[in-house]
């Protein structure tokens, strides 16, 4: 399940969860939009994760927890701590980036 982001308060969910993979977009990015089934189905491929959608636009707090310049940027927080992030439109590069995090 990927969860919306509603209020700037990532970094508190960050915290309060294990491993949590975040994608950041805004409304008017094409890129973002082609992603966000492919960040839900891997969403439902790892359900030991917990999945974020932010609005980079709307959130400026939580868009500061990654180096967010380009959308869609994808960012792996673990234990609370910032992993890796990748910008990218092509779902393996995703796909490796969560496997980044699973095999360790």
């Given at each position: 399940?990927?969860?919306?982001?509603?209020?700037?308060?990532?970094?508190?969910l960050?915290?309060?969860?294990?491993?949590?993979?975040?994608q950041?977009?805004?409304s008017?990015?094409?890129?973002?939009?082609?992603?966000?089934?492919?960040?839900?189905?891997?969403?439902?491929?790892?359900?030991?994760?917990?999945?974020?959608?932010?609005?980079?636009?709307?959130?400026?707090?939580?868009?500061?927890?990654?180096?967010?310049?380009?959308l869609?940027?994808?960012?792996?927080?673990?234990?609370?701590?910032?992993v890796?992030?990748?910008?990218?439109?092509k779902?393996?590069?995703?796909?490796?980036?969560?496997?980044?995090?699973?095999?360790?």
């Open positions: 399940m990927v969860k919306e982001l509603e209020q700037d308060n990532l970094g508190q960050i915290s309060d969860t294990d491993t949590v993979v975040v950041y977009s805004a008017w990015c094409g890129n973002c939009r082609i992603m966000k089934p492919k960040f839900k189905k891997l969403a439902t491929e790892n359900e030991n994760m917990t999945f974020v959608m932010a609005d980079a636009e709307k959130f400026p707090e939580s868009r500061k927890l990654a180096t967010v310049d380009n869609p940027t994808f960012a792996i927080f673990k234990n609370g701590a910032f890796n992030q990748v910008q990218t439109n779902f393996e590069v995703l796909k490796d980036l969560v496997n980044e995090v699973t095999s360790n």
